[in-house]
């Protein structure tokens, strides 16, 4: 009975994009990261360490500083010819050169869940803002993935005795596949591993003395491999999963039917 919990449980997965989608589409709407995570089927920490990682900070267009209001300072930039009077109504943002500049923030970012989604002034008020948007999140925590499994686990020395051993032989013209075939045990890494470091330049070998490498074209990604990541927050609730759902629920039926018309000029129709 514990091995069927620990093996249904959701809670130890990765939120998928169309979870993010959901947590953006409820903090949007004002709802708990409590409730969120009971709705996902997640634990309470897992959205609130979502949110506070993979949410962007913008900064503010405005002048932000908590002196806006009472600073007399003129000249900050010091460039010749300004006739401002005061540095606080300058285009030019005066934080940047001014040594007295003091951030201000939102006193609501202290609040749970810390960003700025709910707030109905977000794009009016002179803060810095925190926001969390599931494709910008989606694409952080991709890139955190892809920076922990980059590299490989080898050794210095691990790497010069594979060198050794697969560099002269694929210059003199045999296949990754067949030293390794030859080699065996003896070759502690796989036909891919083998690949992949000479696609790195980690070898003396290269692509170019790979006899197949240099005839294939680089493979083209599929245009419909990225589809499902064009999900938006207005679609949330209202796709055909959703449909059924709801028919299920309320236990109405329902027919399907196409519709043919002809021209508007033309009276013959079907």
Request: aromatic share 6%; net charge positive.
């Amino acid at each position: 009975m514990t091995k069927e919990k620990l093996n249904t449980s959701p809670h130890y997965k990765r939120l998928t994009y169309e979870q993010r989608v959901i947590i953006e589409d409820r903090l949007n709407k004002g709802i708990s990261p409590h409730s969120i995570a009971k709705e996902l089927g997640k634990s309470h920490t897992t959205i609130l360490r979502e949110i506070k990682n993979h949410s962007i900070k913008q900064k503010s267009r405005q002048n932000n500083c908590l002196e806006r209001l009472t600073c007399t300072r003129h000249g900050v930039c010091r460039k010749e010819g300004c006739k401002v009077r005061f540095c606080k109504s300058c285009k030019v943002s005066c934080y940047k050169w001014c040594s007295d500049y003091v951030p201000t923030f939102c006193d609501r970012l202290n609040q749970s869940p810390h960003v700025c989604n709910h707030c109905s002034q977000h794009n009016l008020c002179e803060y810095d803002k925190i926001l969390y948007h599931a494709q910008k999140a989606e694409k952080i925590a991709y890139e955190e993935l892809h920076e922990k499994r980059a590299g490989f686990d080898l050794t210095l020395e691990e790497i010069d005795k594979i060198d050794k051993l697969i560099s002269p032989r694929i210059k003199s013209g045999q296949s990754p596949y067949h030293i390794k075939q030859s080699l065996g045990d003896e070759l502690p890494i796989s036909e891919s591993t083998v690949r992949r470091l000479i696609h790195s330049n980690e070898l003396d070998a290269r692509n170019i003395d790979l006899r197949e490498q240099v005839k294939r074209r680089p493979r083209k990604s599929s245009r419909n491999k990225s589809r499902n990541k064009f999900l938006i927050v207005a679609k949330v609730g209202h796709l055909y999963k959703d449909f059924l759902t709801f028919m299920r629920k309320n236990d109405i039926a329902y027919w399907q039917m196409d519709c043919v018309e002809g021209k508007e000029c033309v009276k013959k129709s079907l």
